[in-house]
């Protein structure tokens, strides 16, 4: 693939140039700060797991864990998209708050 000279000059851009979002970039942004909201709430609820002592009377093994921890990362996608928890709209403010994004 090759760069034309347009594209070359605007590789070397100084870093602290800000760059013009693209359509594209802020709707990326808000799912990037939705996901980064997701990831949290599991890694929340894979904590408070842990403190749950279990009885020994039914051991599923690995399967189990495995199983369960697919379904406490859906609890934490569902908690993400129907709990108004604000994180995920704090960062986007917070990241977009100049209308450009970094290079």
Known sequence: MELNTLQMMESY???NTP???KAGDQ???????KEFETILLEQMLNSMRKTINKSGLMQGGMAEDI???????KYARKMS???NL???DM???QL???HTLPI
């Not at 709707?27 to 700060?33: F, G, T």
Request: aromatic share 10%; charged share 30%; net charge neutral.
């Open 13 to 15: 851009r100084p870093l």
């Open 19 to 21: 760059k013009a979002p």
């Open 27 to 33: 709707q990326a942004l808000k799912e990037a700060c």
């Open 67 to 73: 199983f369960e921890d697919m379904l406490y990362e």
């Open 81 to 83: 998209d129907s709990a």
């Open 86 to 88: 604000g994180l995920a």
């Open 91 to 93: 960062l986007y403010r």
């Open 96 to 98: 977009s708050q100049k």
